[in-house]
């Protein structure tokens, strides 16, 4: 049985009119799974052998500054895919789909205009295409949505069991859950690298805020404490919120009030805080949340903003 291509991919792409003029991110992913016949949730041995085999190139690790991936190639010749050698190995994984999407979007431009020079250097935009065509792939919406129900919309343990970084699984589940409207927020502390290194206070900020369809903006001092509104990406964590009352336990924590259910759970890596993650839902669909909320049982205890102010 003849193996598909890289090529034989990028020429069914080009021949479909409506996928030459906009590429949809999440039909683009769905179709890369089937064509290339990926498993329902792809490791990174899989990814390798399906790289070298299909034409992407190999796949290397190395010491990279600043980077967790790169490609390098010769129009219409092989690429060689590298990724960062600390990185854990779900996000080695991530990586080399995202290099995969980029190098898929340049062999479209050879085939398409041969002879044209090829871009270089890092774009923004396609960088961030590419993480969210990666997520797509390793998180596929048929396995990704029962997970994330039966999970309770708990974004530590879809992050475990898909193997994948906490930021990508936070997006993943407001692109996937339409029912019901949710908002996930991810705080994670500034410092990167071990622990170890980690010096004075934890510091969080906002490094995804995302709400789907239907959850609509509004104040809220469960989400955003005292500062009042909606919370920002790269903001700091907000000041008498349900996800600092979460910090100063160091167990997660439950609340409802002005018409919203709200989880805040921290994670610790190597017994230090390193994130915070806050799902809320509107208020009757408070049943969704209770599978990661373990023991605790309805009826939840009314949380007092007076008690949140005095503790911060």
Known sequence: MMENTLGGFCRILLDDDACSQALDLEQLAARFVDYFRLSARPTLEELT????????????????????????GQPGGEYHIYHRDDLWEG?????VLHEMYEITLERMDEIHSPGMPVPSGPNPVICQQAERFAAAALMQPDIFLPYAQASGLD????????GCAYASAALRLAEVVRDPPLLVVLYEREERGDPAGWTGPAVLRARVVKRTAGFAARR?????????GMPRKDKALP???LAERAV???WPEYAEAEGLAVA??????KGRLA????????????GVLEPQLGRQRRPYPRFSQRAVAAAS
């Open 49 to 72: 052998a399906l790289a070298e085999r299909a034409g992407f190139g190999t796949v290397q690790e190395g010491k990279m500054d600043g980077l967790k991936g790169a490609h390098i």
């Open 91 to 95: 996000s080695k994984a991530h990586t």
């Open 155 to 162: 974004v530590a343990t879809l992050h475990d069991v898909f």
């Open 220 to 228: 809220s001092w469960l989400l955003n404490g005292r500062r009042g």
């Open 239 to 241: 000041a008498g919120s």
């Open 248 to 250: 100063f336990s160091g």
């Open 264 to 269: 805040a759970r921290p994670v610790f890596w």
């Open 275 to 286: 994130k915070v993650i806050v799902v809320a839902v509107p208020w009757e669909h408070y």
